[in-house]
């Protein structure tokens, strides 16, 4: 095992560990409200799905940032071979993971608009449009101007983003939960 997986490795146990001591301390203080007569009931399942958010208020987009799961493997290992920037392959499968959820989010309704990610320093040479006008299926282009374009200049509601990479771009079909356009996008 290389020196960065092992760093990465250590980084998810690190993660996982606060967030199960997170959790513990949540079921904690639920248990001890139960015994007092709360009004809360501690459940064995989530609700099969969560009822959309109608307000895009930064305590709701933490919220949510919370629900982003760690990078799969199978995102880390699309990027692995990344070259270029000051990103790690690591970082940018992260980036793209996040970027990705935060699609899916704005697709279920449950904010109005993807927080925006970090900046990378490597041009982009693959835009995914997920929603645009006259849009009906997640399509793919690799010309700035023909991004611009389909989305109107950025004149309407949308959810795309551009990568790098053609990698990036399928993380974050990924984690949107969106099939990958492997097709370019054609003019009609």
Same mark, same amino acid.
């Given at each position: 095992?290389?020196? #960065?997986?092992?760093?990465?490795?250590?980084?998810?146990?690190?993660?996982?560990?606060?967030?199960?001591?997170?959790?513990? &301390?949540?079921?904690?203080?639920?248990?001890?409200?139960?015994?007092?007569?709360?009004?809360?009931?501690?459940?064995?399942?989530?609700?099969?799905?969560?009822?959309?958010?109608?307000?895009?208020?930064?305590?709701?987009?933490? $919220?949510?940032?919370?629900?982003?799961?760690?990078?799969?493997?199978?995102?880390?290992?699309?990027?692995?071979?990344?070259? &270029?920037?000051?990103? $790690?392959?690591?970082? #940018?499968?992260?980036?793209?993971?996040?970027? &990705?959820?935060?699609?899916?989010?704005?697709?279920?309704?449950?904010?109005?608009?993807?927080?925006?990610?970090?900046?990378?320093?490597?041009?982009?040479?693959? *835009?995914?449009?997920?929603? @645009?006008?006259?849009?009906?299926?997640?399509? #793919?282009?690799?010309?700035? $101007?023909?991004?611009? @374009?389909?989305?109107?200049?950025?004149?309407?509601?949308?959810?795309?983003?551009?990568?790098?990479?053609?990698?990036?771009?399928?993380? *974050?079909?990924?984690?949107?939960?969106?099939?990958?356009?492997?097709?370019?996008?054609?003019?009609?």
């Amino acid at each position: 095992m290389g020196e #960065r997986s092992l760093e990465w490795l250590t980084e998810q146990v690190r993660r996982l560990s606060l967030r199960v001591e997170t959790l513990e &301390g949540q079921v904690q203080d639920l248990q001890r409200g139960r015994n007092h007569g709360s009004e809360f009931e501690l459940v064995s399942e989530p609700p099969a799905e969560p009822a959309p958010l109608v307000q895009s208020s930064s305590a709701v987009y933490n $919220s949510l940032a919370r629900e982003i799961p760690p990078v799969s493997t199978a995102a880390l290992q699309l990027c692995g071979n990344l070259r &270029g920037g000051r990103l $790690s392959t690591t970082e #940018r499968a992260q980036r793209a993971w996040s970027a &990705g959820y935060w699609a899916r989010f704005t697709l279920a309704g449950r904010v109005s608009k993807p927080r925006p990610t970090t900046p990378i320093d490597v041009a982009n040479t693959t *835009y995914v449009v997920l929603r @645009a006008e006259g849009i009906t299926s997640p399509v #793919r282009v690799e010309k700035a $101007s023909d991004y611009r @374009a389909l989305l109107r200049d950025f004149e309407g509601p949308s959810i795309s983003h551009g990568f790098a990479s053609k990698a990036e771009a399928r993380v *974050y079909c990924l984690g949107a939960g969106v099939p990958y356009p492997e097709n370019l996008y054609q003019w009609s």
